[in-house]
Nanobody, 120 residues
Framework: QVQLVESGGGLVQPGGSLRLSCAAS????????MSWYRQAPGKERELVAT????????TYADSVKGRFTISTDNAKNVVYLQMNSLKPEDTAVYYC?????????????WGQGTQVTVSS
């Protein structure tokens, strides 16, 4: 019932751009903390960007500040990650994540990921 589906990944050259999309369904989208994570081969999964309360609070990893932008379309229940000035080190599988906490209860959902490859 609860689904997160990523799309928009692919192969781009260094300096290029991509926009990732995460389509959410089956839960109250606006009440969740939405995030993008990524995991490169041989590395730990890392937090890339987070948006809370439909844009009231936004955070980015230091490695992507000034290059990536997270946003939402609340009417369509979609989270975007606009990625500009891409570097080879951005190559990874990118995952969409949704979290909602109610006191001691935590609801945590993940998409299956989309591959981003930055190479010449």
């Amino acid at each position: 019932q609860v689904q997160l589906v990523e799309s928009g990944g692919g192969l781009v050259q260094p300096g290029g751009s991509l926009r990732l999309s995460c389509a959410a369904s089956g839960f109250p989208f606006s009440s969740y903390r939405m995030s993008w994570y990524r995991q490169a081969p041989g590395k730990e999964r890392e937090l890339v960007a987070t948006i809370i309360s439909t844009g009231v609070i936004i955070t980015y990893a230091d490695s992507v500040k000034g290059r990536f932008t997270i946003s939402t379309d609340n009417a369509k229940n979609v989270v975007y990650l606009q990625m500009n000035s891409l570097k080879p080190e951005d190559t990874a599988v990118y995952y969409c994540n949704a979290v909602h906490r109610v006191f001691s209860l935590t609801y945590d959902y993940w998409g299956q990921g989309t591959q981003v490859t930055v190479s010449s």
